[in-house]
C-alpha cells in the first residue's frame, strides 16, 4: 500500500484553461506540492483571504484582467509572495514588464512538468537546498582542515588557509548557520597561535632577508602594483581603507563586481599593525624604521610613541617621494583623507577635481577604524557592531552610501584602473593579558614600547628584544617591543578591572593575529 503523500507547500495556479493543465498538478502533488486552482483574479483573491499560499503560477493571457494586471492587485494584498508568470507570449516587451514587476520567474507555453517543478523547486525550496549542499560541504572540509591543523604552514599556506577560514566564516554567517559557524570559530584559537609562532619566526627573517622567499609587505605595495599601472595608463587611483579585515572585503566585493573585473589577493602589514606604522609604510615603501632615520621631521621615534594623528600627516609628500624614487622623476599626486560627514559631502561635491588625469590619486577613508574604536566608548556601537558578523553588515551598509563607493563610480566612468587596500586588519579582544612595564611604557593595548616589558603568560605575546630585528625606530637602550598574540589586550595589574571592564569585546589592532596583519588587495579594472 503506497503512503499518502505528505503535502509541504501549496500553489495556486489561476489559468482559465485549468483543466488542460491537471497533469501538472498531479505530477506537483506526487512531490509534495498541494496545487490549488482558480481560473480568474477574483478567485485567486478570494482563495488568498481563505488560506496561506506559498507560491503563485499566474497566467498571463487570460480573458477579462491581464495576468500583469492581475498581479498587481494581488501584490497589494499579498506582497511577499513569489510569482512565476506563465504565458504563451514570446514577445520582448511583455518579459521586460514581467521583470520590471518583480516577477520570479517567467514560463513560455507549451510547458512540461518538469519545467514547471525546477522552477517551483527553485523558489520553494532553493535556500533550504543550498543550506543543506552547504552544510555537508562544510562538514567534509571541516574534518579535513581538523586533519591539517598540525602540518607546518609557509607565508602563501597561510595565505590559503586564512582565506578558506574567512570565506567559511562569511558563507555560513550569510547561511545562518550559525550552529557551523561555531565549530569553525572553535578553529581559531589554534589559528591563532600557531600563526602568532609562524610570525614570531619569520617576520624578522622576511624584514632582514628582502630578496629571500618571503611574501608581499606593505613597503612593496606601491611598487609592485601600482606603479606597473601608473607606467602603462599615465595615471591610477590608490584607496586605503583603514582597519579593512579580508572578510569585511569579502562583504563589500559583491557590490563592486558590477563595476569592474575584480583581482583579488592578500599581503602582509608590517609590524606592529597600527596605522603610524602600518599605513607610513604603505605611502612610502619603508620600514619604520627607515621612515624615522631618512624624515626625521616628518616621523621620528619620539612621535611614535604618541600614536596619534600627527605621525599620519605626511602620508601624501611620503607617496610622493616613493614614486619619485622608483620612477626617477617627479609624478603629479593628490591625495585625500576622509575622515567625517563633512570630509565625505566635500569630497562627493568635488569629486571630479579630486582624480587626476596625469598621476596618482591617493585616498584614505576611516569609517570602519574609526568604527572600532568608537565602539569601546559608545554602548550604541557597541550594540551595532557586537562581533565580527554584524560589523561586516554594519560595513556593507557603510559602504552603499560612502564617499568610496562614489569614487569607485568615477572611476568606472573614466576608465581608472583602481588599487584597492587596507593598511592593517583588527581582532575582536575578549582575554585580558596581564603586562609588566616601567612608567614609560607605551599605552597601546595590542603593543607596547618600553623598557623590561614581559607578558604574564609567554603564549600571550612576542617579546622583541632588539628594534633592528623588526626594522622599528631606535628608542634608547633596554627598550623592548610587545606584541599581543591570539584576542588579548593588554592590562597592567593595577588597573585590571578597569581595562577588562572598558575593553573586553573591543575590536583592537596593533597585534600578531591573521585578521591583522593578511590584508586584502584589489585590482579593480573597469568594466566598459
Known amino acids: 500500500m503506497t503512503a499518502p503523500v505528505k503535502f509541504t507547500k501549496t500553489i495556486l495556479w489561476v489559468d482559465d484553461e485549468a483543466e488542460l493543465l491537471e497533469a501538472h498538478g498531479i505530477f506537483l502533488g506526487e512531490r509534495g506540492y498541494r496545487v490549488q486552482w482558480a481560473t480568474n483574479a477574483d478567485d485567486a483573491l478570494e482563495l488568498l483571504r481563505r488560506e496561506p499560499i506559498d507560491l503563485l503560477l499566474l497566467d498571463e493571457q487570460m480573458p477579462g484582467v491581464r495576468g500583469l494586471d492581475a498581479y498587481r492587485e494581488i501584490r497589494e494584498f499579498a506582497p511577499a509572495l513569489p510569482v512565476v508568470m506563465v504565458t504563451k507570449s514570446e514577445e520582448d516587451a511583455t518579459l521586460k514588464e514581467a521583470i520590471g514587476a518583480n516577477i520570479r520567474d517567467y514560463l513560455i507555453k507549451p510547458i512540461n512538468p518538469r519545467q514547471v517543478l525546477t522552477a517551483v523547486t527553485r523558489i520553494l525550496d532553493g535556500p533550504r537546498i543550498r543550506q543543506q549542499a552547504l552544510a555537508r560541504r562544510f562538514v567534509e572540509r571541516f574534518r579535513a582542515i581538523e586533519a591539517e591543523r598540525n602540518r607546518a604552514l609557509d607565508w602563501r599556506g597561510w595565505l590559503d588557509r586564512f582565506q578558506e577560514l574567512m570565506a567559511w566564516d562569511v558563507e555560513l554567517a550569510e547561511a545562518g548557520e550559525m550552529g557551523l559557524h561555531e565549530s569553525l570559530r572553535g578553529l581559531y584559537p589554534d589559528m591563532h597561535r600557531d600563526f602568532a609562532q609562524f610570525i614570531g619566526r619569520e617576520y624578522p627573517r622576511w624584514a632582514q632577508a628582502l630578496e629571500g622567499d618571503r611574501p608581499p609587505l606593505s613597503i612593496d605595495i606601491v611598487g609592485e602594483f601600482v606603479l606597473p599601472i601608473l607606467n602603462r595608463d599615465r595615471r591610477a587611483i590608490f584607496i586605503v581603507v583603514d582597519c579593512l579585515r579580508v572578510d569585511q572585503w569579502m562583504a563589500l566585493e559583491p557590490l563592486i563586481a558590477p563595476m569592474f573585473e575584480v583581482e583579488t589577493s592578500q599581503y602582509y602589514a608590517v609590524l606592529p599593525t597600527a596605522t603610524p606604522y602600518s599605513r607610513n609604510a604603505l605611502f612610502s615603501g619603508l620600514f619604520p624604521g627607515e621612515i624615522a632615520a631618512r624624515y626625521p621631521d616628518w616621523w621620528s621615534s619620539q612621535g611614535a610613541e604618541r600614536d596619534d594623528e600627527t605621525l599620519n600627516a605626511h602620508e601624501r609628500e611620503l607617496l610622493a617621494a616613493q614614486l619619485a624614487e622608483l620612477r626617477r622623476d617627479p609624478t603629479p599626486v593628490r591625495y585625500a583623507k576622509i575622515s567625517s560627514a563633512t570630509d565625505s559631502d566635500d569630497l562627493l561635491r568635488h569629486l571630479g577635481g579630486s582624480i587626476l588625469s596625469d598621476g596618482v590619486s591617493a585616498f584614505v577613508f576611516n569609517f ?132 577588562q571592564q572598558r575593553y573586553r569585546g573591543s575590536f583592537l589592532h596593533g597585534g600578531v593575529t591573521p585578521e591583522e596583519v593578511i590584508l586584502p588587495l584589489a585590482l579593480l579594472t573597469p568594466k566598459r
Not at 424 to 449: E, S
Not at 457 to 470: E, I, S, V
Open 368 to 499: 570602519i577604524d574609526l568604527l572600532t574604536h568608537g565602539r569601546s566608548e559608545s554602548m550604541i556601537l557597541y550594540e551595532v557592531a557586537r562581533d565580527e558578523v554584524a560589523l561586516r553588515k554594519l560595513t556593507r551598509q557603510w559602504f552603499e552610501r560612502s564617499a568610496l563607493l562614489g569614487v569607485l563610480r568615477e572611476a568606472q566612468r573614466r576608465g581608472i584602473t583602481v588599487v584597492l587596500t587596507s593598511d592593517h586588519g583588527a581582532i575582536h579582544c575578549n582575554t585580558p593579558a596581564t603586562v609588566y612595564a616601567k612608567r614609560d611604557a607605551t599605552m597601546n593595548l595590542r603593543y607596547k614600547f618600553g623598557e623590561d616589558l614581559r607578558a604574564e603568560q609567554a603564549d600571550q605575546a612576542l617579546l622583541y628584544t632588539d628594534a633592528d630585528a623588526l626594522r622599528l625606530p631606535h628608542r634608547g637602550p633596554g627598550v623592548n617591543t610587545l606584541l599581543a598574540a591570539g584576542d588579548t589586550f593588554f592590562v597592567y595589574p593595577t588597573k585590571l578591572r578597569e581595562y
